[in-house]
């Protein structure tokens, strides 16, 4: 199993002037450590469940494209990008370039978008959430039409029209950047991964919940002729032993995981010092997940 870091928060010792060379140093640490995977969340605002809205939030690509100059070896990707914040021609374009310039290391990550104070608070489009799994299956279907370097011609969607399709460069991942698709609603979202993505990541789902979802994934796969073990498997890290340093317990509740064949774990440091926590916490634990069969 692979371990990935996903940093949520940007309230760093030292205040504004501090965040970049944190963020300079929590890449050299993940990398460091043996991650596969670097992320973002891609919000406006701080999500007010987790902190208030008013603490420091980065924008998301331009965060990425900072770390694509400070790695040689990590994926990047937001997780996930929200489909109403970017024209999905605009967004294609966006990875595109952070695929070009990080050497082939970008992955979009994409979802139906839900946090309405921040689409209210700064006047963007908050769809109903019937017409955003809409324009999300339309962002998806123009993202691959523009890295498909034979096929420059029009998108006519019910929300989108593109006259031209025409991205260069083109990405040079292969055949294109990756997509995560998050999310683990079983009527739209999974559908749409059996449909479209590269992977899937789950979010608080326990062992049985995510065995449930694998299996309503499955079925997906099935009816559109997707094969399912093509699908990489990940889940986002809410527990609290890694957290307090217990990395046997960590790892023995991700042996669980590995068993349902999930290949990744996306962890967050929670800390005001997200370089130090990345040294202390995730090296040991990409060693012993290393281990899982």
């Not at 339309?138 to 034979?150: K, N, R």
């Not at 099935?222 to 990395?247: A, C, H, N, S």
Request: charged share 20%; glycine share 10%; proline share 7%.
């Amino acid at each position: 199993m692979q371990l990935g870091i996903h940093v949520p928060n940007f309230k760093i010792v030292g205040g504004t002037p501090a965040i970049a060379p944190e963020l300079v140093r929590v890449a050299e640490a993940a990398e460091a450590a043996g991650a596969t995977w670097l992320s973002v969340m891609d919000h406006y605002f701080q999500m007010d469940q987790m902190a208030p809205a008013e603490d420091p939030m980065l924008e998301g690509y331009t965060t990425l494209g900072f770390w694509a100059g400070h790695t040689t070896s990590i994926r990047l990707g937001l997780l996930v990008s929200g489909v109403t914040y970017r024209h999905p021609g605009l967004l294609a374009k966006i990875v595109s370039t952070l695929d070009v310039l990080s050497g082939g290391r970008a992955a979009l990550g994409i979802g139906a978008s839900w946090y309405e104070r921040e689409h209210r608070g700064l006047g963007v489009p908050f769809p109903p959430v019937s017409e955003r799994f809409e324009r999300l299956e339309e962002a998806l279907q123009i993202c691959l039409q523009m890295w498909d370097p034979t096929n420059n011609g029009p998108y006519d969607g019910r929300h989108y029209q593109l006259a031209e399709t025409l991205c260069s460069p083109q990405p040079l991942s292969q055949p294109h950047p990756p997509i995560t698709i998050g999310g683990s609603g079983e009527r739209k979202t999974l559908r749409l991964v059996a449909k479209y993505a590269h992977a899937c990541n789950l979010t608080r789902a326990s062992a049985d919940e995510a065995a449930h979802k694998f299996d309503v994934l499955r079925r997906h796969c099935d009816d559109v002729g997707r094969d399912y073990d093509e699908i990489v498997k990940t889940i986002l890290y809410m527990g609290p032993e890694l957290y307090g340093g217990d990395i046997d317990g960590f790892a023995m509740e991700m042996a669980g995981y590995a068993k349902l064949g999930v290949d990744g774990v996306m962890v967050m440091p929670l800390s005001d010092r997200p370089a130090d926590w990345v040294e202390q916490h995730c090296t040991p634990a990409v060693a012993r997940l290393a281990e899982l069969p």
